[in-house]
């Protein structure tokens, strides 16, 4: 079956090491996303791709970087400058026209201590 | 203003009530808008594209208003299953992939 897969589920870490959040698609699709949620709040951009090698700055990109070498992939790094990482980040993919909707991963719930 | 703006709610409706959310959006160049749900703790799933002559599936009908720059979702006969967040999302980008910003959503709870 063609989806997003986001791993790991729940991730642990000390305030001060940066953290790779993976997401992968099998969906041939172009265009992929990171969001973040906080509690109670709407999805936030981060980071966007619409083509391989290629992203965007979301809204709060500030802390955070990305890559994008595969189609398939779009692992995003939490670094130690972002102020308050503990979120629950969400990541998806669209295609193949640009009015067609956002498909999610299951998310990573990231919390910092 | 912000770019996408939803009325938070609570909205707090007895079954079978309709129901009916806004949401506006600044970029008169958007050109793809759609309505999600979220349940607790989950990821957002599709509910319905919204069309620019509006559409309907099952009780959940969407229209769109270039006009006055906003979408609407209503919900009839509301079931308590419906109880949710409900996102609005709309393609800022005009004609391309673009940024997809999400509106902070509205959450519906649905009572006996």
């Known amino acids: 079956d063609g989806g997003i897969t986001q791993s790991p589920k729940y991730l642990f870490r000390k305030e001060g090491q940066n953290v790779t959040l993976s997401c992968e698609q099998n969906?041939?699709?172009?265009?992929m996303y990171w969001y973040r949620q906080d509690p109670g709040q709407g999805l936030r951009l981060i980071y966007y791709?619409?083509?391989?090698?290629?992203?965007q700055k979301g809204d709060i990109a500030e802390g955070y970087s990305v890559s994008r070498e595969k189609k398939e992939s779009f692992p995003l790094t939490v670094t130690s400058a972002q102020k308050n990482p503990t979120a629950f980040y969400l990541c998806?993919?669209?295609?193949?026209?640009?009015?067609?909707?956002?498909?999610f991963g299951n998310g990573t719930r990231l919390t910092v201590t | 203003r912000k770019e996408v703006e939803q009325d938070p709610g609570p909205f707090n409706v007895p079954e079978g009530a309709t129901v009916a959310f806004n949401c506006t959006y600044s970029?008169?160049?958007?050109?793809?808008f759609f309505w999600y749900r979220q349940d607790c703790r989950k990821e957002p799933k599709l509910l319905m594209s919204?069309?620019?002559s509006g559409n309907e599936d099952g009780r959940f009908t969407a229209q769109l208003n270039r006009a006055s720059q906003y979408i609407s979702l209503l919900i009839r006969d509301s079931k308590l299953s419906d109880s949710a967040t409900y996102l609005c999302?709309?393609?800022?980008?005009?004609?391309?992939?673009?940024?997809?910003?999400f509106g902070q959503g509205t959450i519906l709870t649905v009572h006996p």
């Open positions: 998806a993919s669209t295609g193949p026209s640009y009015n067609s909707p956002l498909h």
């Open positions: 970029n008169s160049a958007s050109q793809s």
């Open positions: 999302v709309v393609n800022a980008g005009g004609t391309s992939y673009g940024k997809l910003t």
């Open positions: 919204v069309y620019s």
């Open positions: 791709s619409q083509i391989v090698n290629d992203f």
């Open positions: 969906l041939n699709h172009d265009a």
